[in-house]
């Protein structure tokens, strides 16, 4: 099953205990430390939900698309302020920046 990720990449989890923990080939790539208050609390609920619903083969409460549009909206956000400009979430999408 296609994760989405990329070629290799991988969430591993163990049991019904989701950690996080992003592989790709096998290779510990990104490890999940946030384990309390609100990003640890949000980041598990997504990933449990997301786990969820790949065993029952089951809808996401969003798709990829969705998630993806929600994604570059924060992103042009945090790069607005950051290069303190106004960017377009269209600019994130296109990849122009």
């Avoid at 990104?30 to 949000?42: L, M």
Wanted: charge should be positive.
């Amino acid at each position: 099953m296609s994760t989405g990720l990329g070629p290799g990449t991988a969430l591993k989890w163990s049991g019904s205990a989701p950690t996080g923990d992003v592989y790709r080939n096998n290779v510990l790539a990104w490890k999940n430390d946030v384990t309390a208050g609100y990003r640890g609390d949000s980041v598990r609920a997504t990933q449990a939900h997301f786990i969820s619903c790949l065993k029952d083969n089951s809808a996401f409460e969003s798709c990829g698309r969705e998630y993806l549009r929600t994604f570059a909206t924060v992103e042009a956000a945090y790069r607005s302020v950051s290069e303190r400009r106004s960017i377009s979430v269209a600019e994130i999408i296109a990849g122009e920046i």
